[in-house]
């Protein structure tokens, strides 16, 4: 759930209180990218929270690990 005033979004849970992100920098994860960014990077969720991973296209299967976290969204490159 997203909330916030003017305009702003947040991440919040269930009861529209703000919490933090449910990735950390350094852990990894096995994702599907489910859509494309307008920068073209691929799109994955970890519990609704959008994270990034470029070089990669919808429906890929990849492993990836978490660079950077920001209030909305995360950052992640693909392990190899």
């Not at 859509?35 to 990034?52: C, E, L, N, Q, Y």
């Amino acid at each position: 759930m997203y909330g916030g005033k003017g305009g702003k979004r947040k991440f919040t849970g269930d009861k529209g209180r703000r919490m933090e992100a449910p990735v950390k920098v350094g852990e990894r994860y096995k994702v599907k990218i489910e859509s494309m960014g307008k920068g073209g990077d691929g799109i994955a969720r970890i519990k609704g929270f959008v994270i990034f991973v470029p070089h990669t296209k919808v429906g890929d299967e990849v492993e990836i690990v978490i660079n950077s976290v920001k209030k909305r969204f995360a950052f992640a490159e693909i392990i190899e």
